[in-house]
């Protein structure tokens, strides 16, 4: 099947005031959805003429730089030793939130439809870190383990490769393997197996913002691949 993506452009201005960008620490990362990554290089002059230094985000599976996808934060790329925190261009909480996930810098959002200026609180990254760090610690006590695998256009690949996926046998042995083969991920369905100690998923990484969905806990694929049997 094939599929076409068409980016689209938001049309409308930045109107960032001096007093905001007053408000913000002296070295900016910028990170923008794709309807607005043409307003960054505007922004970044306006920025600097404020006394402020600034680069721009990249991240690997992002066409443009700059760009942030909200599902994409471990592949997130930035000067970390000369960034103090990131400004977000775009409405909504989904792409911002990755920022708060994949580092431990604070994250301004504004939001050009309305003018909206604020900073994300960091409790909720907290909290599903430590649910993560619980999940790890499942994991690896747990026996039966069921790896949530996709066929949905577009979600398989975003963490690894399906070579990757059946490798979990061969780098964990004395662990049985279990693979959930499905479209959309039914959590309803996840119930039917029981003895499954805790859930694998290869797709999109923020499938666990619905970690309290899950039956038993979720940890994504590539946290796995980094553990030493």
């Known amino acids: ?3 076409f993506f068409i980016e689209t452009k938001a049309n409308v201005g930045i109107d960032f005031p001096a007093e905001v960008a007053g408000k913000l620490p002296k070295r900016i990362c910028l990170a923008a959805s794709v309807q607005f990554i043409d307003k960054l290089p505007q922004l970044q002059q306006l920025l600097e003429k404020n006394g ?22 471990s592949k997130m790329e930035f000067d970390g030793e000369n960034t103090d925190a990131f400004l977000y261009i775009g409405d909504g909480l989904f792409h ?3 920022l708060l996930l994949g580092s431990d810098k604070d994250v301004y959002c504004f939001d050009p439809f309305t003018n909206e200026f604020k900073k ?16 790890l610690l499942t994991f690896l006590n747990s026996d039966n383990i069921g790896v949530v695998v996709t066929v949905k256009p577009g ?36 119930r039917n197996f029981p003895f499954v100690q805790c859930f694998v998923n290869t797709a999109c990484h923020r499938m666990i913002d619905d970690y309290d969905k899950f039956p038993k806990p979720v940890i994504n694929i590539e946290e796995v691949l980094h553990l030493k049997p």
């Open 120 to 135: 994300l609180e960091r409790e909720w990254a907290v909290r599903i870190r430590k649910k993560e760090k619980g999940a």
């Open 52 to 73: 402020k230094v600034v680069s721009l985000l990249k991240a690997r599976h992002s066409k443009h730089i700059g760009q942030i996808l909200g599902c994409g934060y």
């Open 1 to 3: 099947m094939k599929m």
């Open 96 to 98: 911002p939130e990755a």
């Open 155 to 190: 979600q398989l690949g975003v963490q690894v490769t399906l070579k990757e996926v059946f490798s979990l046998q061969q780098k964990f042995p004395d662990k049985n393997f279990y693979y959930l083969v499905c479209d959309t991920i039914d959590f309803q369905q996840l």
